[in-house]
């Protein structure tokens, strides 16, 4: 089943449409615009997905919707500002896995908790991750490139950054594998992927939209993608379960927080106004094209969501020791 298609069925079952979200949005709101803060440069995930939902929402809302892209800091500087912000609803950001979970655990000297400092008010996305190899590399399976990098066998392992979710699931599969394997950090997911099929490193976690043209052309193979079940248009990649290393089924996820003490009817009016974009066919469409697969969560279940990445981040951090101030 396409992937728009498969958002479309899991989004109907939402209790609100657009329509309804925005009479009950506008009954609350005011016309002063809310800043909508991303923590990344423009173009990547993060923006895409702030510009695409903050148009619809501001519709619904009744109110203007203003993108501030505060990038830096591995996403510290725009979580800061809006940790800053009075809690009122007009200051929110687009957080994800690394903002309000791995950061805990790999910086030191975070301004900030993840969890006390924020509110969370709705999940919406996510983007999986999968293990790529050259194409002409001996490894057809996790299990065979475990094997290669065991017994005497040296590999490299490209990442997008160090410190990135790229370096530590890596990390993690190498520690767990007992592998002899030495990182590659470059500098963004596109000179990593270009590196891979180069064969310059002989493997690499990357976000699937990153390398599915790579994949389709034969370029690179994939040897396992952490989603729940394989993807329509990649049924021959198995899942990372069926490849034996469910650990590594760590998604890149994105979602709406606030200042701490946001008020619960605030958020959940945000919740409720961002959330019905989703079931927007145009939405659908742009976010797919863009790697999304949409599984939107209210701010309760939500916070529920973060503080268990908070705790699964902290034992890979653990494990692999990987830091971002060190």
Known sequence: MHATRRNA????????????????????????????????PPGGPTDILARVTGEKAAAALGQPVVIDNRAGGGGVIGSEATHRAAPDGLTIMVGHNQTHASNQHMMARLPFNVVDG?????????VHHATVVPANSRARSMAELAALGQGGGRLNYASSQAGSASHVIAETFVRRSRMDATHVPFNGAAPAATATVAGQ???????????????????LRALSVGAPRRLADFPDVPTAEEAG????????????????????????????????????????????AAGFTLDPLAPAPFAAFQRS??????????????RLDS
């Open 9 to 40: 069925l899991r989004l109907a079952a939402l209790p609100l449409g657009l329509a309804a979200v925005s009479r009950a949005a506008q009954a609350q709101g005011s016309d002063r615009p809310i800043r909508l803060i991303v923590p990344a």
């Open 118 to 126: 924020f509110t969370p008010i709705a999940k919406l996305g996510t």
């Open 201 to 219: 490193v002989d493997f690499y976690v990357s976000t699937f939209p990153t390398v599915a043209a790579l994949i389709r052309e034969g370029r």
């Open 245 to 288: 290393v469910g650990y590594m089924a760590v998604d890149a996820w994105f979602g709406l927080f606030g200042p701490a003490g946001l008020p619960a009817a605030t958020a959940e009016r945000l919740a409720a106004a961002f959330i019905g974009t989703l079931s927007d066919a145009e939405v659908q469409r742009r976010l797919a």
């Open 309 to 322: 990445e908070v705790a699964r981040w902290a034992e890979m951090v653990q494990l692999t020791g990987v």
